[in-house]
């Protein structure tokens, strides 16, 4: 690393929670790291920083593909209905009743039919 000239800031930002996995919600900075931060050198600062940044990118990725998986599920049911029917596959008893109707033809054949 290059001669540092001053202290390396620390990246918190007041928001001082945890999620789920321990790393707080404001700087991304695991517990390990915000207690050890005043102790840490200026190059392991650096590395804490840098973990940070590539949690906060991780995180950025999880909640679009999140939105995006979202946005396929909202998708309207008749789509899913059409799109069952057309692979053959039985629609789920979920699914709102689809409008289809049989024909409105009166002459059906029943000569196959034995009684």
């Given at each position: 690393?290059?001669?540092?000239?001053f202290?390396?800031?620390s990246?918190?930002?007041?928001?001082?929670?945890?999620?789920?996995?321990?790393?707080?919600?404001?700087?991304?900075?695991?517990?390990?790291?915000?207690?050890?931060?005043?102790?840490?050198?200026?190059?392991?600062?650096?590395?804490?920083i840098?973990?940070?940044?590539?949690?906060?990118k991780?995180?950025a990725?999880?909640?679009?593909?999140?939105?995006?998986?979202n946005k396929?599920?909202?998708?309207?049911?008749?789509?899913i209905?059409?799109?069952?029917?057309e692979?053959?596959?039985?629609?789920?008893?979920?699914?709102?009743?689809?409008?289809?109707t049989?024909?409105?033809?009166?002459?059906?054949?029943?000569?196959?039919?034995?009684?």
């Open positions: 690393m290059q001669l540092e000239f202290d390396v800031p990246p918190c930002i007041g928001i001082c929670q945890a999620d789920e996995k321990g790393n707080c919600l404001g700087c991304l900075r695991s517990r390990n790291e915000r207690q050890t931060w005043k102790d840490a050198s200026n190059d392991d600062k650096q590395k804490i840098k973990r940070c940044i590539q949690r906060k991780r995180k990725k999880l909640i679009d593909d999140a939105q995006a998986l396929e599920l909202a998708k309207p049911s008749e789509k209905i059409e799109s069952n029917l692979k053959n596959m039985q629609p789920s008893l979920l699914d709102p009743v689809s409008k289809a049989l024909s409105q033809s009166d002459d059906m054949d029943f000569g196959d039919f034995e009684l």
